[in-house]
C-alpha cells in the first residue's frame, strides 16, 4: 500500500464533496453545522477550523484516498476529526493508514499527549478501527448518539522519513502498560 499524506490542493476538495452523497452522510463526516447540501468550491473554506490542520491520504497518482483533520482541542490534546476514506477505497486498509499517518503527524507537530475523537456509536467500521489503535470511551463526554474517545499519545514515530508530510512515515504503536 503505497500512498502518502499531503495538504488537499483545491482539486481534492471536488473529489472528497463527491463522497458525501446526502445529508446524513454529510452529518455523520463533517457534524451538524456543516450545510447540506453544498457546493465543491466552498468546501475547503466550510472546512476550516481555527488552528487546524487539513490532510489528503493520496495514491501513487497523487488521487485523494482519504481526507482528516486535527486541531488543539486543549493543552496536551489534539483532536482528529472529518476522518474520511473514498468509498472506492474502503475495506483496503486505508482507513488505518490515514490516521496513523493523521496521529503521528498531529502529535510531532503539536506535541500532543493524547488524542481525541469522536465517533457516532452506530459506525462500527469506524469504531472497530478506532478502538484497535487503543481509544477509550470517555462516557462523561459522549451522548446517546456520539462517543467521545480518547488516546494517550504512548507510541514512537519512525524517524527515517522526517515524519514530514508529503512523505510516508510509519507510526509504531506500543501496549497499554
Known amino acids: 500500500m503505497n500512498a502518502i499524506l499531503r495538504t488537499p490542493e483545491p ?3 471536488e473529489t472528497i464533496a463527491s463522497w458525501i452523497t446526502d445529508a446524513e ?3 455523520r463526516w463533517a457534524g451538524p453545522r456543516m450545510p447540506y447540501p453544498f457546493f465543491a468550491a466552498e468546501l475547503q ?3 476550516e477550523v481555527a488552528g ?6 493520496a495514491n501513487a497518482a497523487a488521487s485523494p484516498l482519504g481526507f482528516g483533520q486535527f486541531w ?3 493543552p496536551g490534546a489534539v483532536h482528529l476529526g472529518r476522518v474520511i476514506v473514498s468509498p472506492s477505497a474502503r475495506g483496503g486498509g486505508f482507513g488505518r493508514l490515514l490516521c ?3 496521529i503521528a503527524h498531529a502529535v510531532r507537530v503539536t506535541g500532543a499527549s493524547a488524542i481525541t475523537l469522536r465517533v457516532y456509536r452506530n459506525n462500527t467500521a469506524a469504531l472497530s478501527l478506532y478502538s484497535s489503535f487503543g481509544f477509550e470511551t470517555v462516557q462523561d463526554e459522549s451522548t446517546e448518539e456520539v462517543l467521545f474517545m480518547r488516546l494517550e499519545a504512548n507510541f514512537s514515530i519512525d524517524q527515517t522519513s522526517h515524519g514530514k508530510p508529503g512523505h510516508v512515515f510509519h507510526v509504531e504503536r506500543q501496549a497499554h502498560e
Open 11 to 13: 482539486a481534492d476538495y
Open 25 to 27: 452522510s454529510c452529518v
Open 45 to 47: 473554506s466550510l472546512l
Open 52 to 57: 487546524g490542520e487539513s490532510y489528503c491520504l
Open 72 to 74: 488543539v482541542i486543549a
Open 100 to 102: 496513523e499517518l493523521l
